[in-house]
């Protein structure tokens, strides 16, 4: 069984036993609000701001107009789609978003615990690290026990040290043991606090004998370095190990395998929401029906009726459903297109195949021309006979 996160959590030498994030706390700590005031301020709303009460008059969420001509910082468009009759918003992102900040946000908005003003078309990073700065002070419990305040205040502060790596990405080590296996760094803490599990499906069949015994329960960072020592080593076993747990990362680059996709359909509860980080990317994930869905989040499907993709292979080619889960067919222009490349392809081809012919033709006359002059006699000279009679009958005058 995998060490969860809480049990994890780093202990401080007290008089009293180990902490984990959720227990009981019977007064919250003095140099807690040092940490709090890391967390990125716009009003007095932000604490508030995943409260529907205030939230429309009150929301940290910046209209239209202003969140253009603020430059200094990043936008995303929110794309509004129906989910169980309920107007609801996805975070988009563009290419080079910063994935782990839209993956946990959009869990949070399903989970219901940030609400986003309904007339809301952009949203700003700092927008949304209010908002999960927000949740991290409502996870607060509300009793600490005397003596283990600085295990909580280790905890939160590492927390708030880890919040604006959201923006650029965030270094996890996974383990190749269990879905929920990572090496527990201070980047866990947020999915603990914020009570969002993390999984990923870079697992190794128990069925490769061979890779299991060279892969061992080593982290990827771990694996790696002992690769490059072992491949070194003058032991033929070890370089057979090395061999053969280089040999699964190459074969897995995508960090998703068909037995950590088994794994993950199976473990995952029904409707259960959670963040999935695979291919170094971190994605909101649902399990519906016994079928795993991605949220679609990519900008270019913001006036799209898509929502979810299925995660039913390890090849990425899913199918777009949704917000009720139903295949969403490709648009007219999107079959459209293979039909004209394949019209330029066939165009192409002729002109290949005429070019071809031409030549082919050009090559046949000229063997002919060729074979005509071979075949044509050469003109006689003239024999000295005929010459001198010519001569005898020239008259000169």
């Not at 978003?97 to 700092?126: H, Q, W």
């Not at 305040?149 to 040290?161: I, K, S, T, V, W």
Request: some cysteine; charged content about 25%.
């Amino acid at each position: 069984m995998a060490t969860s996160i809480e049990d994890q959590v780093k202990s401080v030498n007290t008089d009293s036993s180990e902490i984990a994030i959720g227990e009981e706390i019977t007064e919250l700590p003095s140099v807690l609000n040092e940490s709090i005031d890391s967390v990125p301020q716009l009003d007095e709303s932000l604490a508030h701001a995943s409260t529907s009460n205030n939230i429309e008059n009150k929301s940290p969420v910046k209209e239209k107009s202003s969140v253009i001509n603020d430059k200094s910082d990043s936008i995303y468009q929110i794309k509004w789609i129906s989910r169980n009759g309920i107007k609801s918003p996805i975070i988009t992102q563009n290419e080079n978003g910063p994935c782990p900040l839209i993956a946990i946000t959009n869990v949070l908005i399903m989970k219901g615990r940030i609400t986003v003003p309904s007339l809301a078309d952009f949203v700003t990073t700092e927008n949304l690290m209010a908002y999960l700065g927000d949740c991290i002070l409502e996870s607060i419990p509300k009793n600490i026990p005397e003596g283990t305040q600085l295990n909580f205040e280790q905890n939160m502060h590492d927390a708030m040290a880890v919040l604006p790596k959201l923006q650029t990405g965030l270094d996890v080590n996974v383990k190749f043991t269990g879905i929920s296996d990572f090496e527990y760094t201070p980047e866990c803490i947020i999915f603990d606090l914020l009570r969002i599990p993390l999984y990923h499906g870079w697992l190794i069949d128990p069925q490769m004998s061979d890779v299991v015994s060279s892969v061992g329960t080593c982290s990827y960072n771990q694996l790696v370095e002992k690769i490059i020592n072992s491949k070194c080593s003058v032991d033929p076993e070890k370089v057979t190990e090395a061999l053969v747990a280089e040999n699964f990362l190459e074969k897995t680059a995508s960090q998703l395998t068909y037995h950590g996709l088994c794994e993950l359909t199976s473990k995952l509860k029904e409707d259960e929401l959670c963040v999935l980080f695979r291919n170094n990317h971190f994605s909101s994930l649902m399990k519906h029906k016994n079928c795993l869905y991605q949220l679609v989040t990519d900008q270019g499907f913001v006036n799209e009726n898509v929502v979810w993709e299925t995660l039913n292979n390890i090849e990425g080619d899913g199918q777009f459903v949704d917000s009720d889960f139903v295949p969403v067919p490709p648009k007219s222009s999107d079959l459209a297109l293979p039909s004209d490349l394949s019209k330029e392809k066939q165009i192409d081809q002729d002109e290949e195949l005429a070019r071809r012919l031409q030549e082919e033709e050009l090559k046949r006359e000229e063997n002919q021309a060729q074979e005509q002059w071979q075949e044509e006699p050469s003109p006689q000279p003239s024999s000295p006979n005929n010459s001198r009679n010519r001569s005898r009958d020239c008259v000169i005058l």
